[in-house]
Each structure stands twice: as structure tokens, then as C-alpha cells.
């Protein structure tokens, strides 16, 4: 059984390992405007598989439902 986290529990544990992931040095800023559009989508990517590895249960998931 999934111990039950609340959603200020999980936004806290999410905090840590954001905080801890950040602590890495950042990459340079290339100073060609192209290199510096694919250091940015690539960063864009790794930050997009490190949020792919977090389960969200249904239950922490919030009832509202917003419309554009």
C-alpha cells in the first residue's frame, strides 16, 4: 500500500529535489544565438525527464479544472 501524501507534503518533497537537483553548475550561455536556442531546449528536455520519473497518484492530482 502507496503511503498517502498530502498535496503540501508532496509540493514540499518536490521542492527538496528540485533544490537538490539545482545545486548542479549551470552550463554556460553560448553566445551564438542558435546554440544558445539548443542549450535551451535541451535543458528544456532534461528538465522534462526528470519530471517524467515522478509518480502522481490520482488522489494528490487537484479536483479543479481549469478552461482557457
Do not use: C, W, Y
Not at 10 to 38: F, R, V, W, Y
Not at 44 to 51: D, G, H, I, S, V
Amino acid at each position: 500500500m502507496a503511503p498517502k501524501l498530502t498535496r503540501r507534503e508532496l509540493s514540499i518533497a518536490l521542492t527538496g529535489s528540485a533544490a537538490l537537483l539545482a545545486q548542479a553548475p549551470p552550463a554556460p550561455i553560448p553566445s551564438n544565438p542558435d546554440e544558445e536556442l539548443k542549450a535551451a531546449r535541451e535543458a528544456n528536455q532534461r528538465n522534462a525527464e526528470q519530471l517524467g520519473k515522478v509518480k502522481v497518484a490520482m488522489s494528490i492530482e487537484p479536483d479543479t479544472h481549469f478552461h482557457a
